[in-house]
């Protein structure tokens, strides 16, 4: 069972870049490569918003509120919209493609990062503060939780400090033989955990205020076995559980696997998706998992491989999962 497939009325014609539920409702927030963004209510199966901009694919999104929503996009430029109305304008401009994007409720700002190695932040006024932040690499993914901002680029990660953009509170080499492909910070800001091309999962856990580090630990996480041999399966996104110690892992060939992240130990995988999951997210209760996949389309001319969206009641997935071992 992959879950309950949102319905729209005309398909997503593109690859979904990234999925967000809101943080304090069932909104879920939907950004592709086909310059469109989506807004769909997941309590009502709904279609709230559909905002199309001209040319560039969207690369990231994220919620202001529940009325205001940010994007990057493959031309660098950064919108915001008005999720009631369906509008949008520009709040600044990257020189390169821009891949990142997250809102501080703390401090108000937007910080957007590009393949060019700019992290920049931006202010109400919808222009840029006083500079930027500049990387060894481009960011290839970004993660915020409270004041302080996870960097991936290549294999290190760099944790900034929103109050003090000037330098790293820490740059940590991943220890990781492949690059990196997400990071995502623990949402009680204890560490963060990274994944990366050759299928494996570090976390890392630090006390922010001391710039040390605790513990670290790397597994293996999605390489799997063809004939006696290890094939690399990359992470491509990580979501955690906002209520409990576990997060759920998507990998390239259709995989989700949610651990527990004290033990490091698998818990449930979750059936194979026909095509590789692109991005997750838990609900703000964590009753909900969406999951972006494609799909081939069966009516094309030609082989096309199109995104939905899926969701899953966790507590019943795994009610029913507890009862089918149970009787088994």
Same mark, same amino acid.
């Given at each position: 069972? !992959? ?5 729209? !009325? ?6 979904i ?23 769909? $209510?997941?309590?009502d199966?709904?279609?709230?918003? !559909?905002?199309? *901009? ?6 990231? #999104? #994220?919620?202001?509120?529940? *009325? ?14 008005d ?5 949008? &304008? ?15 409720? +703390? ?6 990062? &590009?393949? $060019? ?13 006083s500079?930027?932040?500049? =990387? ?26 929103l ?18 492909? #997400? ?13 990366? =091309? ?14 040390? +580090? ?14 006696? &041999? ?6 491509? $996104? ?13 990998? $390239? !060939? ?15 995988e ?28 069966? +009516? ?12 899953? #009641? ?14 088994k």
């Open positions: 069972m !992959e879950g309950v497939p949102l319905e729209f !009325e005309r398909p997503i014609g593109d690859e870049s990234r999925i967000r539920f809101s943080p304090r409702s069932n909104n879920l927030l939907i950004s592709s490569w086909d310059s469109t963004l989506r807004l769909y $209510d997941v309590d199966f709904v279609l709230r918003m !559909e905002a199309t *901009s001209v040319g560039a694919g969207l690369l990231d #999104c #994220c919620f202001e509120d529940e *009325s205001g929503a940010f994007t990057v996009d493959s031309e660098g430029c950064v919108r915001r919209y999720l009631h109305k369906g509008i949008h &304008d520009i709040v600044g401009q990257h020189g390169q493609a821009a891949c990142c994007i997250e809102h501080s409720e +703390e401090t108000g700002l937007i910080i957007t990062a &590009d393949i $060019d190695r700019n992290v920049i932040p931006w202010g109400k006024c919808m222009a840029s503060v500079h930027s932040h500049i =990387v060894d690499m481009g960011v290839g993914s970004m993660s915020l939780c409270g004041l302080f901002l996870a960097l991936a680029t290549g294999r290190t990660v760099n944790v900034l400090d109050r003090n953009l000037n330098r790293p509170v820490q740059s940590n080499d991943s220890s990781m033989d492949y690059h990196i492909t #997400c990071v995502r910070s623990f949402p009680n800001s204890q560490g963060y955990v990274v994944g990366s =091309v050759d299928g494996r999962v570090r976390l890392r856990f630090f006390d922010l205020l001391n710039a040390c +580090e605790a513990s670290m630990c790397i597994f293996r996480c999605h390489p799997k076995k063809i004939d006696g &041999d290890r094939h690399l399966v990359a992470v491509n $996104d990580i979501a955690f559980h906002p209520c409990n110690n576990t997060f759920v892992t998507g990998d $390239d !060939e259709g995989y989700a696997i949610i651990w527990d992240n004290s033990s490091r130990k698998r818990l449930l979750l059936p194979k998706y026909t095509r590789s999951i692109g991005s997750m997210s838990y609900n703000h209760n964590g009753q909900l998992l969406a999951i972006a996949s494609g799909y081939p389309d069966q +009516e094309a001319s030609k082989v096309l491989v199109l995104s939905r969206v899926f969701y899953l #009641c966790i507590y019943h997935y795994l009610l029913a999962l507890l009862t089918w071992h149970h009787h």
